[in-house]
């Protein structure tokens, strides 16, 4: 029943976990569930059923962060959940957060640093050093998904600048989401050079801005895509030879795309060499804000049209009328330190690019990278101007 959107294998297996524990009754009491998981269901979509259906039927009584500990065989971040399959018996749960990771490489893993201060923390309440702090936290709060278990102080601040705010982002009146999808990237993304040798028409192909492409205030846009609309609507692909030479010999594979519906495009009588989605209306704005979806930290960019924006670019959208300076204005908060902040507590972090020997190390906390999707950039909170 945890299952939501496209999951995590984590997803199921936390819940199979409590149900194979032993339910019992007065004579056969409920058993002990211990299990380290990826972490990615507290703070992505998928793990919002789980967090919010599930969890709150059983008595969890321990949630540790061991995303900064070196777990030998563990190159994503994880963490470890306690509890019994039994309605919640106390009104909070004993949260280890973790403030730094592994500085370095241990020479006996159960020596490490972040581990050792788990062990000896995790029955003190109130405790910090270092690596992590302890605390008892409601369990309503463990309720609501996404889960934001900084330690130090940063899920206090979270709330505090949440509580001071006057509107989340979308309730301004923004949009926030992909532009598009094209579903055959394989075959549309190309360099310019190759559309122009393969004598693609000029305008069958316009400039693409990917999600690392967007980095310290501006987007560079050095790739191409196809993108059969005029005047956003779609072209008819006899009009244009050269368009319809290039893409002809994928046509199976792209007609055979999979639809909505669960059928395909020829079935379903679309266009086989149109998009596979497009939110046009996002395009007819003169300024358009976009940022990476996936990054070390927060890089929002203003751009002034003529290009397009694939999913790992997602844009916002401000209402009509929404003059420059007031673009730019929320791009200055966006891209503040502030932001950073809010977004990396709300955000899923995937881990660093440091892997030492199949286990998760992270020297630098410069080094992790966060999933900063739409959803989460939607709720963040606008201060009263």
Not at 41 to 52: A, D, S, T, V
Not at 214 to 243: C, H, M, Q, T
């Amino acid at each position: 029943s945890s299952c939501h959107m496209k999951f995590s294998l984590g997803v199921p297996f936390t819940e199979r976990f409590f149900q194979l524990a032993e339910n019992g009754d007065a004579r056969r009491p409920a058993g002990f569930v211990g299990l380290i998981t990826a972490n990615s269901f507290m703070k992505r979509e998928f793990g919002k059923k789980l967090i919010e259906d599930f969890l709150p039927r059983v008595d969890l009584t321990h949630v540790i962060d061991t995303a900064g500990a070196y777990l030998p065989g563990h190159g994503t971040p994880t963490v470890i959940l306690f509890g019994r399959e039994r309605a919640p018996y106390t009104r909070t749960v004993r949260a280890v957060m973790g403030i730094k990771g592994e500085p370095g490489t241990p020479a006996d893993p159960a020596q490490g640093l972040v581990w050792q201060a788990i062990v000896n923390q995790v029955d003190c309440a109130g405790s910090e050093s270092a690596f992590v702090s302890v605390a008892d936290v409601p369990r309503e709060t463990l309720g609501r998904h996404p889960w934001s278990i900084g330690g130090g102080g940063a899920a206090d601040l979270k709330e505090a600048i949440e509580e001071t705010a006057e509107h989340a982002l979308t309730t301004s009146g923004a949009v926030v989401g992909v532009l598009g999808m094209t579903n055959v990237d394989e075959i549309y993304l190309a360099t310019t050079g190759i559309f122009k040798r393969s004598r693609v028409e000029d305008n069958c192909y316009c400039r693409l801005v990917l999600g690392d492409a967007v980095r310290d205030w501006s987007d560079e846009a050095e790739d191409s895509v196809i993108f059969p609309y005029a005047d956003l609507k779609l072209i008819n692909i006899s009009d244009y030879p050269g368009f319809y030479r290039f893409a002809w010999p994928a046509r199976t594979l792209m007609g055979n795309r999979a639809t909505f519906g669960k059928q395909t495009y020829f079935l379903e009588g679309r266009p086989w060499w149109e998009w596979h989605q497009l939110t046009k209306d996002r395009l007819v704005a003169p300024f358009i804000i976009t940022f990476a979806e996936v990054a070390t930290h927060n890089h929002f960019v203003l751009d002034r049209g003529g290009k397009v924006f694939n999913r790992t670019a997602p844009v916002i959208k401000l209402p009509a009328g929404a003059s420059e300076a007031e673009h730019l204005e929320l791009i200055g908060l966006l891209n503040s330190s502030t932001a950073c902040f809010w977004l990396k507590q709300v955000s899923h972090n995937k881990g660093s690019t440091v892997d030492q020997k199949g286990a998760r190390q992270t020297t630098d906390p410069f080094e992790n990278f966060y999933q900063f999707n739409g959803t989460k950039v939607a709720q963040f909170p606008l201060p009263e101007s």
